[in-house]
């Protein structure tokens, strides 16, 4: 309740900002009740679906049925073809519905009928409109099935096409933040409230009178990239008080489930974060907290800074973290990679054991690409070309010589032991290393 | 000798414990009386991971020590280490009154808690706070301010925290085992008081200690500690990247790194072999010498260049004048002084204990250059009477003029 008067004040809209929240299909209308539970104003909650029975039970003020005369109220049943055919069917009353808005936030999940079907036609009518538009679209579960992530994608890149903003969520991602125990109404409830979360946190953009302003250009820029093609949203909200709250908010901030601990922040491009506080917030807190920040990010980052007063927080300190990552992993290192690469091989290609070596590799690819460009600084006089000579003699040393199907086989085994000495105790973890596995096994030195 | 003399320094080391047991003489010299060691099992990167057997390891160098060197052990210096420690350098600052000109003591106070208020992660306790330099009025060097007029009292101090609960941990487990717990000291900065002397602390120096567990180092620039930490990698790592390489117990890698293992890569000449012999439960095998220098050599440059990202962080490798100075177990590693001296771009000098005398074994041996440290660094901030742990912190905190 306390966060409804925290955005009572906040999001209370400057006269000429007319915001509509609109929630699309299923999902987008429990995400929708999810909004009203947490409390939001300034904005207008439509609800729109082509199933009659959910359009009735959802709590929005405004309900808009799609297709009524195609789906005879009964659902596009997981058929995106029937979404868009309902929404064309309506496409008056979706004009109606989004008329005069400046901002429309779209809620929709894709994979199923309604929303992956629909979500672009009303995009698109907003557009028409003159608004801008804000999507936070969720994707299926790993185990809903490929025909349905085929689906969602197909669906997220055209809605990307009509939106300015995409913030998509993985609920894949969102079953870290549940525990394995958790009933399974919890861990959707917990994505409906990431989304509320971040949607609140979207809308104190556009109202919030801050000391240092936030606006849609910000957050525009801090997702670019969301856009083209795969890439992830990184969204942390946290709360902190007492002595600590600097560094407790901005801890919260980073456990939420789409933050990946920080470590993605490393490879964003921009990154927009925004402090609030009450009045007693002070700039030594604003400045520890920032620092602490700033070594999740890397040195090229841009960092969009905004921070406010709201008396309403009274002895609380709120951070708010949004970011967009390319997906697959570190592009940029992806191009050093096959270079260095080649120095050992060569080498290997030569030796009776090349498939025990090849599986390290696999298994830690991602996190190969630095050490492998590290490689590249011994090549010369330690890496000794006399690689060369000592191969011969690798296949006279007396080392036992299995056959190479065999040797996979040991190496297969060890690969979950290889900490050895270390299987106990906390791994120590080092640029997404762990770096209790051997050096050569993660650098991938072939043995002679 | 009355026993305000002795000082014992305790060291619960990943590879070994050990407890050097030293006089302290009034012109300040160190005379070493005997070494206790013992095995240790339950500590992992410098951290107890199984406090019995820690215990057991504790009480056994404690006993040995005390038959080596005729004395009974009462009180120890603990030195403490562990990936979880991490320093920072911060600046307080305090203002002087209006009707006061003359700086005096309790702004020393003042200025200390004023550089305590920083924000340190929650489950985080404060080791150290070292003075570097006062500043009065915005000149700097001033070495002591007491007496001189200013307006304006600023100290920078490196201030070294970890774990608390990690940190208790390993003074309750000395303290099951019986003598009590004088004071706590991060590691290195134990080791630097005995390898360094007080010219090569003013020109600067890196003292990098690669002990079982964990690699601590410290930085001194201008006689004063300006960066310190503990990478939580040593020569356990070597050893078990020997020993899963190459698919040899843990202890015949230990025994083959020590006897045989060499960190230069491609000196070796093609197909020259180590040949371990056939024991109980172990068939012999032969080891190619290059296959053994090359995990060895991966293990300890990837240390070495995780260290200087580290250092490189704060840049004050430029201004070591005295270079780096390599000890504990891992420095005796063939060739580690000409990978250091690549990896790191200065003159590298593989040390031990410097400033002491007595038994020379002793000294001369790495391995105990932190525990020997501590008997320095116990002298050196020793009051005349040795008290309680927390009494002491206190009284040591305020003879440095620290908080």
């Known amino acids: 309740m306390i966060d409804l008067q925290r955005h009572l004040s906040m999001s209370a809209p400057l006269p000429d900002v007319r915001v509509r929240i609109i929630g699309l299909g299923g999902a987008g209308s429990n995400a929708l009740d999810r909004l009203m539970l947490d409390g939001v104003t300034g904005a207008e909650l439509i609800a729109m679906n082509t199933d009659v029975q959910a359009l009735t039970s959802s709590v929005a003020a405004n309900k ?60 698109l009518v907003a557009r028409q409109q003159g608004a801008l538009v804000v999507s936070f679209a969720t994707m299926p579960f790993a185990f809903e099935g490929r025909r349905r992530m085929a689906q969602a994608e197909e669906a997220l890149a055209a809605l990307q096409s009509v939106s300015d903003v995409v913030v998509c969520f993985d609920n894949d991602r969102m079953s870290d933040a549940v525990s394995p125990r958790a009933g399974i109404h919890e861990a959707f409830s917990t994505a409906d409230r990431l989304i509320s979360e971040s949607v609140r946190a979207v809308l104190a953009f556009t109202a919030q009178k801050g000391i240092v302003k936030m606006g849609f250009d910000d957050l525009s820029t801090a997702l670019r990239g969301a856009g083209r093609g795969a890439s992830r949203c990184l969204f942390g909200f946290g709360e902190g008080e007492g002595d600590n709250r600097a560094h407790e908010a901005l801890a919260r901030a980073l456990k939420s489930p789409l933050m990946d601990k920080g470590r993605m922040l490393e490879d964003a491009q921009s990154v927009l974060i925004n402090v609030s506080g009450g009045p007693g917030m002070t700039l030594n807190e604003v400045q520890i907290l920032m620092e602490e920040f700033g070594r999740y990010v890397s040195d090229t980052t841009q960092i969009l800074f905004g921070t406010s007063v709201d008396p309403q927080l009274g002895g609380r300190m709120c951070v708010t973290i949004i970011s967009a990552v390319p997906a697959g992993d570190r592009p940029l290192e992806e191009a050093a990679r096959p270079a260095p690469r080649q120095e050992p091989a060569p080498v290997a290609a030569a030796e009776p054991r090349p498939a025990g070596e090849v599986l390290p590799d696999r298994e830690e690819a991602p996190a190969v690409a630095t050490p492998a460009r590290k490689m590249a600084l011994p090549e010369p006089d330690l890496l000794p070309a006399g690689n060369g000579a000592p191969q011969p003699a690798a296949a006279k040393a007396p080392l036992p010589r299995k056959s190479p199907r065999e040797a996979k086989q040991a190496q297969m085994q060890f690969e979950p032991a290889t900490r050895g000495r270390f299987e106990k105790s906390e791994p120590t973890i080092v640029d997404g290393q762990d770096l209790d596995v051997p050096t050569f096994l993660r650098r991938n030195v072939k043995k002679q | 000798m009355s026993k305000e003399n002795i000082v014992v320094g305790l060291e619960v080391g990943t590879s070994k414990v050990c407890a050097v047991v030293g006089e302290t003489r009034r012109d300040g010299t160190i005379r070493i009386l005997g070494v206790g060691q013992a095995p240790s099992r339950g500590v992992r990167k410098g951290e107890i991971v199984d406090f019995e057997t820690a215990s057991k390891c504790v009480r056994e160098a404690l006993g040995d020590a005390e038959e080596k060197s005729d004395v009974m052990i009462g009180s120890v210096y603990l030195a403490i ?62 070495l002591n301010p007491v007496g001189m007029l200013g307006r304006k009292l600023e100290a920078d101090f490196h201030i070294i925290h970890g774990v608390a609960t990690r940190i208790k941990n390993s003074v309750r487990c000395v303290k099951e085992v019986g003598p009590e717990v004088l004071d706590i000291v991060f590691a290195p900065l134990a080791t630097a008081q005995v390898v360094l002397d007080q010219n090569q602390k003013t020109l600067g120096a890196l003292v990098v200690d690669m002990g079982g567990g964990t690699t601590d180092f410290v930085v001194y620039v201008d006689g004063a500690v300006k960066q310190s930490g503990s990478l939580p990698i040593g020569g356990d790592h070597i050893t078990n990247d020997i020993s899963l390489g190459l698919r040899i117990p843990m202890a015949k890698a230990e025994k083959i790194k020590v006897e045989e293992g060499s960190v230069i890569m491609g000196k070796a000449l093609p197909g020259e072999t180590v040949k371990l012999k056939d024991e109980n439960g172990f068939a012999g095998k032969e080891i190619e010498r290059e296959m053994l220098n090359t995990i060895i050599h991966c293990r300890v440059r990837e240390t070495f260049e995780l260290l200087k990202k580290k250092l490189d962080a704060d840049s004050f490798l430029h201004f070591l004048g005295a270079g780096m100075m390599l000890t504990g177990g891992c420095s005796q590693l063939r ?69």
């Open chain 1, 64 to 123: 808009v049925q799609l297709g009524a005369v195609c789906t005879r109220g009964l659902g596009a049943g997981g058929d995106p073809e029937m979404g868009y055919a309902a929404a064309e069917e309506s496409m008056e009353e979706i004009r109606a519905a989004v008329e005069g808005a400046q901002l429309v936030i779209l809620c929709v999940g894709m994979g199923g009928g309604t929303g992956s079907g629909a979500a672009r036609l009303v995009g």
């Open chain 2, 81 to 142: 280490t562990g990936g979880h420690i991490e320093c920072f350098n911060n600046r307080g600052a305090v203002n002087l009154p209006e009707d006061r000109d003359e700086i005096c003591e309790e702004d020393f106070e003042d200025v200390q808690s004023s550089s305590r208020e920083v924000s340190i992660p929650a489950p985080n306790m404060f080791i150290h706070s070292l003075l570097q330099h006062y500043y009065v009025d915005g000149q700097d060097g001033v």
């Open chain 2, 335 to 403: 060739g580690i002084q000409q990978l250091a001296e690549e990896v790191f771009g200065m003159p590298v000098h593989v040390t031990h204990a410097q400033t002491v005398s007595g038994l020379t074994s002793a000294f001369e041996n790495p391995q105990f250059s932190t525990a020997i440290g501590l008997i320095k660094y116990a002298e050196a901030t020793q009051p005349i009477r040795p008290r309680g742990i927390f009494r002491r912190l206190a009284d040591r905190l305020s003879f440095f003029g620290l908080w």
